[in-house]
């Protein structure tokens, strides 16, 4: 079928319209199927390999997630029970990460842990003022000092007007170092962010070591540096699989953290917590009272209204496997991601910069090639178009600032990467090698297109 002149599909619909509203009604079932038919074209979410986020739901997270379909989360007086199941939420995981006032501190689910991020930075920038203020110093422009973080950082100091101080990667130091920060942090750093979980390689960042550098940082100095703890997928990984790390509010300069619900909380897309160490490190200020749903409501967030079944969906989950079915699912992913870490060093071409040691960081295994002339000439960004081919998504990157020669490719093991499927996996990177041994790279004809891989 066609468009006539003024973009406007005829009856009957035989393409799906691409510029312009149809004039007329159509078959709902039949616009359904053509919409199906084209997303078959998506890619197999299950076989992406590079994301962090959940791939794998049981049939009850559908039914609560189609029986919450008109659930407005803001909407606390009409849904009063979906907003205690979001409390009920904030408690457990204040209690996971060692809350001292667990069942009264402050904390909110977002959208993700971008959303989350905001709120943090935002709360540690109004705390800031304020301490400058009371003391009756100037208020200059205010900085946050972190390490190689996701693009939300990046994202929450534009839009707030907040220097970055991101400590570069090194060639020899991938993640941030006490001493680094030390070197950054001044009066006018609203918090430092650590990183529990690097995008990058999936590398924990040594909370504590840099909390007690900021101690002595105090002690000599008198300035105060608050610590956020950015564990979008660590914060739902630690608490059960490496408990004897401390890295959370056991910490005192821990004053908020973050994570994904729909990272390895398990929870569907659009699930993210933030929660404070207790009320008084959330600004009053940043918190609204509406009233026009009825009731008086506060809310902190940047979005107002919003889908309640992540949250629903989350809590689930929490009830569902608890503390022990947490575990025992991370743990495997930790296993498969060992054995993947095993195999690819068997194979001698790669060198694993992580191999998803849990006490370490993620379920995940990044590394570089070792020698491109090993593999035929081939870089890891053949081998990741090879791969995908057989519908693996395990896209190859160059690693930020300094690093920026150094390209990696990163598996992120989550639940549903099994560990079949890591040996089928396994199988096939064998024969990607020996195709490229086979067939050896001609440079001058091989075309290989380089996309940007964005990282979420
Ligand atoms: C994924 C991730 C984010 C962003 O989280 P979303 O839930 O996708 O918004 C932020 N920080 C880190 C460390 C992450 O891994």
Redesign the pocket.
């Known amino acids: 079928m066609m468009e006539n002149n003024q973009g406007t599909p005829c009856h009957p619909l035989t393409v799906l319209p691409k510029r312009a509203i149809p004039s007329e009604e159509n078959s709902g079932t039949l616009v359904k199927n053509m919409i199906s038919d084209e997303l078959i074209l998506d890619g197999s979410a299950r076989l992406n390999l590079a994301t962090?986020?959940q791939t794998s739901l049981e049939p009850e997270i559908h039914q609560l997630m189609d029986a919450a379909i008109d659930k407005n989360l803001i909407d606390k007086d009409e849904y009063p029970v979906t907003a205690e199941i979001e409390q009920r939420c904030v408690r457990m995981l204040a209690r996971l990460w060692h809350a001292p006032e667990a069942d009264t501190t402050m904390g909110c689910s977002t959208?993700?842990?971008?959303?989350?991020?905001m709120l943090a930075g935002l709360a540690a920038k109004f705390n800031w003022r304020k301490r400058r203020m009371l003391a009756g110093q100037p208020v200059n422009k205010p900085n946050l000092v972190c390490g190689p973080?996701?693009v939300?950082?990046h994202k929450f100091c534009r839009y707030f007007d907040i220097e970055l101080r991101e400590i570069p990667m090194s060639k020899n130091r991938l993640l941030m170092s006490p001493e680094e920060v030390l070197s950054r942090v001044d009066e006018n750093t609203i918090c430092v962010v650590a990183?529990?979980?690097?995008?990058f390689t999936g590398q924990y960042e040594p909370v504590l070591e840099i909390s007690k550098a900021l101690d002595e940082f105090e002690a000599t100095t008198g300035i105060d540096v608050p610590l956020h703890v950015?564990a979008?997928?660590g914060g739902f990984l630690a608490p059960f699989c490496a408990e004897q790390l401390v890295w959370d509010f056991r910490i005192p300069r821990v004053k908020s953290i973050?994570a994904?619900g729909?990272?390895y909380g398990l929870a569907p897309l659009g699930a993210?917590w933030v929660i404070w160490r207790s009320t008084r490190d959330l600004p009053e200020e940043l918190i609204f009272n509406v009233n026009y749903l009825g009731g008086e409501m506060p809310t902190f967030a940047l979005n107002f209204s919003r889908p309640g079944g992540q949250i629903i969906s989350q809590y689930y989950n929490l009830v569902r496997y608890g503390f022990e079915g947490y575990k025992r699912q991370h743990n495997s992913c930790y296993e498969v991601a060992h054995y993947l870490a095993s195999q690819l060093q068997k194979t001698g071409l790669f060198n694993l910069i992580f191999r998803g040691d849990k006490a370490q960081g993620l379920p995940a295994v990044a590394w570089t090639l070792k020698n491109p002339q090993k593999l035929s000439g081939y870089t890891l960004y053949e081998f990741g178009d090879r791969l995908r081919q057989r519908g693996w998504q395990i896209p190859a990157y160059s690693l930020p600032d300094d690093c920026c020669e150094t390209v990696i490719q990163r598996i992120v093991v989550r639940r549903g990467f099994t560990m079949d499927l890591a040996q089928v996996l396994i199988n096939d990177m064998k024969s990607c090698i020996s195709h490229f041994h086979d067939v050896p790279v001609d440079t001058e004809h091989e075309i290989i297109s380089r996309k940007a891989f964005n990282h979420?």
């Open positions: 962090f986020c959208v993700g842990s971008s959303e989350a991020a973080v996701q939300c950082w990183t529990f979980g690097v995008t950015d979008a997928s973050n994904s729909h990272k993210g979420n």
